[in-house]
């Protein structure tokens, strides 16, 4: 489904991932632990290009993110391919980013609208769907300022399946939010995992990874130090590393 492969990233001089190879399966959650700074948002935004590696490739189902290849070389696609992509690749951020002039439906519904170019009413028919399923179809009416954050944040999530998403990646979804409402975020996050949602989720919520996670992996300073199945990272990490930043967290 998602194929890194030698992936390296510098921002000036400061090479912040520093060969990544990573495989996701299709239907499967890769949870991404790791300190402040290791380069695990920016390992997110390269897979739905966000960001530009310098070199290396990302595949999602086999299509080359950014590039195609003409004979044996490399040629960027246009700006218009590049968001076309991007469609494919839903990303949920830490701050929710919704548009806070929209009210929740109108965030999910306008999103499915103008980029998948459904009709006005197939758009809020699907958008009213999705509020329900993230438990929110009473709060359609209302705009951002008037949600809290882990309401916010799961019509964020809504407006990500609008899209239809291949899959979606997750860049530390709870962390801005109050301690009670992270529980109801996670809930929806495990729903999604439940229905077979191909997902990549930054969090520092262990006991979230260790549930749903089919694959952990650690990060450090631009490289994956270890990764493997929940049980294996969380329970007997095999590097120093990972010890060390799981006795911090947990
Ligand atoms: P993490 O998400 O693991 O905390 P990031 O991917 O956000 O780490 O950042 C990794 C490193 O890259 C940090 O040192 C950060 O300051 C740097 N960095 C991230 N984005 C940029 C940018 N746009 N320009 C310059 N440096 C950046
Ligand atoms: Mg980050």
Known sequence: MIEISG??????PIEVLKGIDLTVEAGTVTVILGPSGSGKSTLLRCINRLEKVNSGTVRVDGEL?????????LHELSE????????????VFQNF?????????QNVAEARHSALRKTKSQAYEKAHELLALVDLWDRAGAYPRQLSGGQQQ???????????????????????LDPELVGEVLDVLRDLARAGTTMIV????????????????FMDSGRIVEQGTPAQVLDHPRHERTRAFLSKVL
């Open 202 to 217: 930054v969090t520092h919520e262990i006991g979230f990874a260790r549930e749903v996670a089919d694959t952990v992996v």
């Open 154 to 176: 799961r019509v964020a999530i809504a407006r990500a399946l609008a899209l239809e998403p291949k899959l979606i990646l997750f860049d530390e979804p709870t962390s801005a």
């Open 80 to 91: 218009r391919r590049i968001l076309q992509q991007r469609v494919g690749i839903g990303f």
């Open 7 to 12: 992936v390296h990233k510098s921002f000036g």
């Open 65 to 73: 993110i950014g590039y195609e290849q003409r004979g044996n070389r």
């Open 97 to 105: 980013n919704l548009f806070p002039h929209l009210t929740a439906l």
